[in-house]
């Protein structure tokens, strides 16, 4: 059965940094686009970054510059690193992993990240 497991959410001042881990079981990791979503609170889940099988990655506009996504194969983990974090960034963090259509992917549970003000 697979597994999406987030870790490293919590409550951080404005202006401070997180690091979200996705820990993956039961699937090849390697060949998974794996990606980072998020839902605001009022808010529809919104996309944050992805990572290709192939390297690529492509994040949110909202987020560029101020967070990096990557990966480790080898760990069957993905990290989320974020940095100058503001109150516009609370939210539940997913993890996602799909193969092919993303109508297909496979979600975490999510992890509460609380940035105050």
């Known amino acids: 059965q697979v597994q999406l497991v987030e870790s490293g959410g919590g409550l951080v001042q404005a202006g401070g940094s997180l690091r979200l881990s996705c820990a993956a079981s039961?699937?090849?990791?390697?060949?998974?686009?794996m990606g980072w979503y998020r839902r605001a609170p009022g808010k529809q889940r919104e996309l944050v970054a992805t990572?290709?099988?192939?390297?690529?990655?492509n994040y949110a506009d909202s987020v560029k510059g101020r967070f990096t996504i990557s990966r480790d194969n080898r760990k069957n983990t993905m990290y989320l690193q974020m940095t100058s974090l503001g109150s516009e960034d609370t939210a539940v963090y997913y993890c996602?992993?799909?193969?092919?259509?993303?109508?297909?992917?496979?979600w975490g549970q999510g992890t509460q990240v609380t940035v105050s003000s």
């Open positions: 996602n992993a799909y193969l092919g259509s993303p109508s297909n992917a496979y």
């Open positions: 990572f290709t099988s192939a390297g690529t990655t």
């Open positions: 039961s699937i090849i990791f390697s060949i998974y686009t």
